[in-house]
């Protein structure tokens, strides 16, 4: 994974699929068991996920959304040349304004959740 230009494709810009996927993950916040409920139970609790825990996952998944590319379903930068330039973790955790270990431990539950999957790079 390389590391990406520190730019984002403004709001209006991206596909309206996606942001709507940002926008209702806003309820996941409020009702964890309704919504993503392989998320909430992947500390291996019957307890809810902790609301810190639940808005880490959330706005790292914004920061990915904000970066997903439909037509191959990664995350990254499409390239003029053809190529594609993968996001890095520190990337994604700048992104949404949070530390890198913060952005592994979400990474870690959406993995476990199944609501994502990773690379590593070269």
């Known amino acids: 994974m390389h ?4 730019r984002t494709a403004r709001r209006e810009d991206r596909p309206r699929i996606l942001l709507e996927m940002q926008d209702r ?3 996941y916040l409020d ?5 993503l409920p392989t998320l909430n139970v992947v500390n ?13 996952c959330v706005q790292l ?7 997903l590319d ?3 379903q990664r995350i990254g930068i499409p390239q003029r040349d053809g190529g594609f330039m993968s ?14 270990r913060w952005a592994e431990r979400a990474m870690r539950d959406l993995l476990h959740a199944g609501l994502v999957t990773a690379q590593q790079g070269p």
């Open 3 to 6: 590391e990406a230009p520190n």
């Open 87 to 100: 996001l890095t973790l520190s990337f994604l955790a700048r992104h949404a304004c949070r530390a890198v």
């Open 70 to 72: 439909l037509a191959s």
């Open 25 to 27: 993950l806003e309820v």
């Open 61 to 67: 998944l914004r920061a990915m959304l904000s970066y």
């Open 44 to 56: 291996g609790s019957h307890r809810q996920q902790r609301r810190e825990r639940r808005m880490a």
């Open 31 to 35: 009702e964890p068991g309704r919504y």
